[in-house]
């Protein structure tokens, strides 16, 4: 009796801690909790104990500056130890590399690290919490907790194609901001495309004056009409090196590596059109305003020419001298390879080096450039392709399509970053695609929550870690960049970062909407497609079209209509069976709720396009 009295008691304990860590909120969760009796009243801080090191003393200076904002006061730094009501950094050798303590006790706050990334992500947490209570108009009251947690993965990246569409550097800074406050740490950058070039190459200066410019256009990508005769390319723009210096600098100190990439031998008509030498046909080109699959545009680099290894060099050259990463991404994905088998250059390389096949070719461009960025003291990644030669040991894969490309490679002793298209690709729309005006596919936020960077077969030591990666051919400005990469970005932390075990997706919906308020408040845009309702539409027995309604998170109510009119909380409710279509209507609408709050925009969908969908 007594045993059974001391498990129950036990049990309690243990579902109590478990709701108080879940009470807590945070994205990522913290590797381990534990939660006090005492409430701490974060206001009544009033000092920041700088660091003895006088190199780490801007970054607390900067941590005190973020907060005095935040709490709408004036605390003060100090040197000196003794203070009460302070907050303190400490260094704990022990920890590993953006590992951290945090302790909030009924007099201090202290945050311990064996570096400042430590303290910089524990300082994260900390306003987390804080924040958490402010913009959900609560006061800065905080539970006594002492937190210890450190990264899963040492990649923990988004990546960012700036060539589909160009953003300038205060855009990229605020992206970096945000990124960091949910430890976020690579910020991988897709510099060129067939729709700009984006980094000024000193020895190269056609590639930004010619390659970053195209003709305007708006609307979707497929199909933008093509260049006319005499157009001025006069949409673009590119990073110079004193503003790549500018944003990793700006970057360093919120703990983000930005990682170049330059996309190659497909996706290169940037480059062709700038120099069109370096193609296998030698035609001029222009940039290109929307989808390049036109075969007579050559955006594939000549890989028989020893100019275009020339040209190579230089880039990478400049680019090792100006990124401070150890990465440089050198593509690989992609490229249409008939180019190469009419080419009598390409021909006499494939012989030249005893290649089989166009394939192999590939295989070996690749190679020659990893060797190039090698000798230049980096490590090359490359996206996943399959080819028929392999690639060098020492390039890191980049493993897109799926999770197989990672599983295989880590299994071959490759270092690998996994970003599996149908979990993490940003670009992939939000909500139904009847609505969505992106390429592509879905990717839903629940879906995206699945993410697990370690499937089952892959070889652990070799994860490097992963990303979710934005493709902005339909992302024309920053409001819609911020749209498609929050809330997402959420699951891409938790994912990323956490060691904690993983939380059921109710649970971790309950987070997300409580961090929405923070966003807010950074006029930081973010999708809410994920509390619309989800009609779908299957064949019933008679050959009729039924239609169920769904939601992505618990604790929704569906109200619809079927006769042209916008539904709210007071049109019938949808009750979980299946829904006959009535005669002559033409559409259903369906908007969902919370208890008497509208939380969804009214989802309009034609009868006709659920009837194609159920193939009838
Ligand atoms: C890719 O999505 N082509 C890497
Ligand atoms: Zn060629």
Known sequence: MKNLFLALACAFLAYNAKAQ??????????????????????NALTNMVLPKEKEHQPLVEHFREQLSAILNADIKTTTSNRTKSSISFYVKKDLAKEAYHLDITKNNVSISASDPSGWFYGWQTFIQLLRLKLENGKEPILKEVSIKDEPKFGWRGLMLDVSRHFFNKD??????????????????????????????????????????WRVPRTGYWSGMPAPEPGEKASYGGYYSQEDIKELVAYAKQRFVDIVPEIDLPGHSLAFVASYPEISCT?????????????????????????????????????????????????????????????????????AKEGLRNVDELQSYFVNQVAKIVLEKGKTPIGWYETLEKG???????????????????????????????????LDFYQGDPYLENAPFTVNRLSNSY????????????????????LWTEQ???????????????????????????????????????????????????????????????????????????????????????????????FYPKYGGAALAIPKGAKTIRA??????????????????ELKRRAKL
């Open 591 to 608: 908007v969902s709720y919370k208890g008497s709050v509208p939380k969804s925009r009214i989802v309009r969908l034609p009868i006709a």
């Open 391 to 425: 690639l060098d040991s020492n390039i890191v894969q980049m493993s897109w399509k799926d999770e197989k490309g990672a599983i295989k490679s880590s299994n071959e002793g490759k270092k690998v970053i996994l970003t599996p298209a149908f979990l993490t690709y």
């Open 475 to 569: 992302v024309p400005n920053e409001r819609k960049l911020q749209f498609m990469t929050w809330p997402r970005g959420f699951t891409l932390s938790e994912n990323l970062w956490s060691k904690a075990p993983k939380l059921s997706w109710t649970d971790f919906s309950k987070k997300i909407e409580a961090h929405l308020p923070i966003l807010t408040a950074d006029s930081t845009n973010f999708s809410n497609y994920f509390y619309d309702a989800i009609i779908s539409a299957k064949k019933g027995q008679n050959d009729e079209v039924v239609l169920n309604i769904d939601t992505e998170i618990p604790g929704l109510t569906v109200y619809y209509s079927f006769d042209d009119t916008d539904p709210d909380q």
């Open 21 to 42: 860590e879940k009470e807590f909120l945070l994205i990522p969760q913290p590797s381990h909790l534990v939660v006090g009796t005492a409430s701490v009243k974060i």
């Open 282 to 350: 030698k035609t001029p080109q222009q940039v290109l305003a929307g989808d390049p699959w036109n075969p007579k545009r050559t955006n594939v680099v000549c890989v028989g020419n020893d100019s275009t290894y020339t040209k190579i060099d230089q880039i990478i050259t400049e680019i090792a001298a100006i990124f401070p990463s150890k990465y440089i991404h050198i593509g690989g994905d992609e490229v249409t390879r008939n180019y190469w088998s009419n080419c009598s250059v390409c021909q006499n390389r494939i």
């Open 450 to 469: 699945k993410f697990d960077p370690l499937p089952a077969g892959i070889n652990v030591q070799n994860v490097i870690g992963g990303q979710g990666s």
């Open 171 to 212: 855009v990229i800074k605020r992206y970096i901001d945000q990124m960091a406050k949910y430890k976020f740490n690579v910020l991988h950058l897709h510099l060129t495309d067939n729709q700009g070039w984006r980094l000024e190459i000193k020895q190269l200066p056609k590639l930004t004056s010619v390659g970053a």
